[in-house]
């Protein structure tokens, strides 16, 4: 498969749990191509969220490797982990983490400061992508001010803003309105078609059945359905 954004091979996480080890995944194989949207589901505790975590870099398998940009995520110091989080991946998550002293435009823009752009400029591109989200008219609201709708497509601009290679969301239908989430839905659609990666853990069948495939974790496994 050409122009691969993402890829795990034999990928394993085993927790601790007293005297008792709990392996949540188990020997996970995974590439994720330019454009590609996948889809994962499964039973609640399956171990979605773990998979997520893993392929962003935001917790570390007991055996196997996350390969990002040629880069072997487990070969990296946690600051360039960072960066390569900062530059290349996108996280929205079902609760949309956003900060809520910060209005709309800042908390978008906060990666690109992150990244060490001028304020003007990272105001600026925050601006833009909540324009494209249906979102300008809410620039300085911070997020008590905002429905959950609103929230959610925050969140997702300040996934996007840094333009990155793969989007993981978690769920990012979970608490919406069904108005709300076809946006949702609409929007993913779109930047699919922009050459935008996705893995989106999700229980929605609508969302699945947009996506390119859609993969299922059972006892630990990942497999097609």
Known sequence: MSDV???????????RDGDRLVEVLRDINLTLAAGEKIAVVGASGSGKSTLLNLLGG??????GRVVMAGLDLSDLTERQRCELRNHRLGFVYQFHHLLPEFDARENVGMPLLIRGLPRGEAWERASQVLERVGMSHRLDHRPAQLSGGERQRVAIARALVGAPDCVLMDEPTGNLDPHSAAQVLELIDELGQERASFV???????????MNRTLEL???GLRAR
């Open 200 to 210: 989106v853990v999700t229980h929605d069948p609508e969302i699945a059945a947009h």
């Open 58 to 63: 935001l917790d570390t398998p007991s055996s």
């Open 5 to 15: 954004v993402l890829r795990c091979e034999a990928l394993s996480r085993v927790y």
């Open 218 to 220: 059972i006892d630990g």
